[in-house]
């Protein structure tokens, strides 16, 4: 596994915990100047034998480069097999119990994981990571704890998932972000490998991603303007003072209409098998889905049909 990480401090040693104890065998990381002992964390295991640290000093986010150059490493020298990029808010996982199996025995080289974000719970401006325990299996729209789905978002969007390639034709290299492969190819969606995300954690933790992300793509010139789009959305609302808008959206209110949609689920009442069930539930409706390219043609051949019967019925 690779690690990008700055300040994570409230759930570093979680995740390096978690990875190490779900079949990693090795994590090369990257320290992108964290101040607040992250860093430290990351040597303890660097100590142990179990990690390989970078510390990057650079500050313009050039995190697709930095995050090829951890799994070029991974491969070259420390003979990985297979190879995922992982951020410290986020944790791997797989229906079958093994983070390898599906690769190993699959017929492609690269599957995408799925992502689900993990949403608070609100506390009135006093939420902990410990109110992280909602579970959402789709886009919606928080502000008004409505079902109502969106069209696709840049926040939080659950639908874009991370790539774990296997390296039997050499270091396959990812975009920005670990969601494709670099070379265009398609990746298969994997219908056992899944991630749970945890990217807003309180109030402080959020601004304080915003700003040292925004601050980093701004003095970036190599990123064009579509790249990195919530950050520059996001640094922009923190500019004019309306970040804490942002804030509230994602944080939820009313539960309950969501859950009964099952567009939520509340992993406080859940066992592991229910949990397991629900996520394979949400796998199995997205991988029956068509791409979204399919999608948007159909639903614009359906446009032309219905346009030409109303013009088939229009009076002369």
């Not at 614009?300 to 002369?316: D, E, N």
Request: aromatic share 8%.
């Amino acid at each position: 596994m690779t690690l990008l990480v700055r300040d994570e401090i409230d759930l570093i040693e979680r995740n390096l915990e978690h990875h190490l104890s779900s079949g990693v065998d090795f994590i090369v990381a990257t320290d992108n100047g964290s101040v607040d002992g992250t860093r430290e964390v990351l040597a303890r295991y660097q100590d142990k034998g179990l990690l390989y640290l970078i510390d990057e000093p650079g500050q313009d986010y050039a995190q697709a480069t930095w995050v090829n150059r951890m799994g070029r490493l991974a491969y070259e020298e420390f003979g990985a097999d297979f190879i995922f990029h992982c951020d410290a808010d986020e944790f791997w996982y797989a229906l079958s119990g093994d983070l390898t199996r599906e690769i190993a025995r699959g017929p492609a080289h690269a599957y995408k994981a799925h992502s689900f974000t993990v949403h608070l719970a609100d506390r009135g401006g006093k939420e902990t990571m410990n109110d992280a325990v909602y579970l959402g299996f789709e886009t919606f729209s928080a502000t008004t704890a409505t079902p109502t789905k969106l069209k696709r978002k840049r926040r939080l969007n659950p639908g874009l998932g991370k790539v774990m390639t296997c390296t039997r034709d050499g270091y396959p290299e990812v975009t920005m972000g670990n969601h494709s492969l670099a070379s265009g190819e398609p990746v298969p969606w994997s219908r056992d490998l899944y991630l749970l995300h945890y990217p807003i954690r309180s109030y402080e933790q959020f601004e304080r991603k915003v700003v040292q992300g925004g601050e980093a793509v701004m003095r970036n010139p190599d990123l064009t303007p579509r790249q990195a789009l919530h950050w520059r959305e996001w640094y922009a609302h923190y500019r004019a003072g309306t970040l804490g808008q942002d804030y509230r959206a994602l944080v939820i209110r009313d539960p309950e209409p969501l859950l009964r949609q099952g567009v939520l689920v509340d992993l406080r009442t859940l066992s592991t098998s229910e949990l397991r069930a629900a996520v394979s539930d949400a796998i199995r409706r997205r991988t029956r889905r068509p791409p979204l390219g399919a999608r948007v043609r159909r639903k614009a051949a359906a446009a032309l049909a219905q346009a030409r019967q109303t013009v088939q019925r229009s009076p002369l």
